[in-house]
């Protein structure tokens, strides 16, 4: 059975796509590196310094280490600025529905994402300290598709792997998430990720019923 249930932020709590594009966009401008929608869309899951090794995969020109750590942190800066925009508003179809009701059931919820910015933009969108537990980008070494992060949120709420439920957006988390001994839920861009689970389009489309 399932007694706990271990949330992606980005693009299942959350849309924040089109703050990522935007922040790589500018820095990619500047350096004059083609960037667009396409590339944005191989982003995700990923973490901020394996994104930018996908993006330079365009460029011209070849980088050091000090000079990628400080074209991350431009694209950061950027991010980091594009987030404050974030609001309650922002929280996905059917996710606050599925929440209360987990919450309600006694089932407890988590936070697994790759980002380091998740605590901001959780309290951004007004659900800081509503998780039971949350495993980010600042606690782990390896990302998705390691599935690191989500054993790190099961082992904070204190439970066992296989009675986790994970819901992921990107091919990268649902390999981390069935790597990890994990049944996945795939919405958004993995809803029709053959490998996953369950399936659905977003969270308003599927019951706390059919997920446990
Ligand atoms: C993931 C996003 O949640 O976090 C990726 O899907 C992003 O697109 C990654 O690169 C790392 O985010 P951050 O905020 O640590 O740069
Ligand atoms: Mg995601």
């Known amino acids: 059975s399932i007694n706990a249930v271990i949330f992606d932020l980005d693009g299942v709590i959350v849309s924040t796509d089109d703050c990522h594009y935007r922040a790589w966009k500018m820095m990619a401008d500047e350096e004059g590196i083609e960037f667009n929608r396409e590339i944005n869309e191989r982003l995700r899951g990923v973490s901020r310094m394996e994104s930018l090794a996908i ?43 599925i929440l209360t009701e987990l919450k309600a059931r006694g089932i407890k919820i988590a936070i697994g994402s790759s980002s380091r910015n998740s605590p901001a933009i959780l309290k951004n ?25 989500f054993l790190l949120a099961a082992e904070r709420v204190g439970v066992s792997p296989v009675e986790c439920l994970v819901v992921e957006d990107a091919d990268a988390g649902v390999e981390a ?34 997920m446990l």
């Open 177 to 210: 998430g069935l790597a990890g001994g994990m049944p996945v839920l795939g919405v958004g861009a993995a809803s029709v990720n053959p490998t996953a689970t369950l399936q659905a389009d977003d969270l308003s489309k599927i019951t706390v019923d059919q």
């Open 55 to 97: 993006i330079l995969v365009k460029s011209e020109k070849e980088y050091s280490s000090e000079e990628q750590v400080e074209l991350a942190t431009r694209k950061n800066n950027y991010y980091v600025d594009l987030i404050k925009e974030l609001s309650p508003a922002d929280i996905l179809p059917g996710v606050m529905d």
């Open 125 to 149: 969108i007004g659900l800081g300290g509503y998780f039971d537990a949350e495993a980010d980008g600042n606690h782990i070494q390896n990302s998705k598709p390691d599935p690191e992060v």
